[in-house]
């Protein structure tokens, strides 16, 4: 097995390696790097997000192409909700705008199944979004990964 057909913290999770996954999962998708973020997920992965559904490396690839096309300035904080030995609960919030320059905060749960591996098979995604002034913007750190010091959602009362 290739070093990139692996994702540490493996299963079965404890508290520790559960926050750890989540916080590696939150960094890799504030790259916007579609290819990137496709390789914690198994070439065979299972998607639904919102209304869309994707099967394996080349359609999470698509879906992330056009989902960070759209969604500009994407900064994302993951939290974790809960967890079992090769599952992984979450809540989320990203804030993004447009091409017009509208601001939304969306707001969402998801549900991961891991590999023996550490790859993702199954991600389950429901979302919402909210629309909000620029002025209400929470996340405010350079585009990239979200600096240590700043505020979780918890913190921000989401």
């Known amino acids: 097995m290739m070093p990139s057909e692996s994702r540490p913290p493996f299963p079965p999770f404890n508290a520790e390696t559960a926050v750890e ?24 992965s299972h998607w639904r997000n919102r209304a869309e559904f994707a099967n394996g490396r080349e359609e999470i690839i698509a ?21 079992t030995d090769n599952r992984i609960a979450v809540r989320f919030a990203y804030e993004c705008h ?5 601001w939304y905060r969306s707001y969402g749960n998801e549900n991961w199944e ?16 909210l629309p909000i002034r620029e002025a209400d913007r929470l ?10 010091d700043h505020p979780g959602l918890s913190d921000l009362g989401l």
């Open 114 to 129: 891991f590999n023996s591996d550490g790859l993702m098979v199954h991600r389950y995604a429901c979302i919402n979004d």
């Open 98 to 102: 447009d091409d017009s320059n509208n």
């Open 21 to 44: 996954k989540v916080r590696l999962a939150e960094d890799g998708w504030n790259t916007r790097d579609p290819q990137r973020v496709s390789l914690a997920y198994s070439i065979d």
């Open 139 to 148: 996340f405010h750190w350079p585009l990239g990964r979200r600096p240590d």
């Open 63 to 83: 879906l992330l192409t056009r989902k960070w096309r759209r969604e500009l300035d994407y900064r994302l904080i993951k939290e974790l909700w809960t967890f």
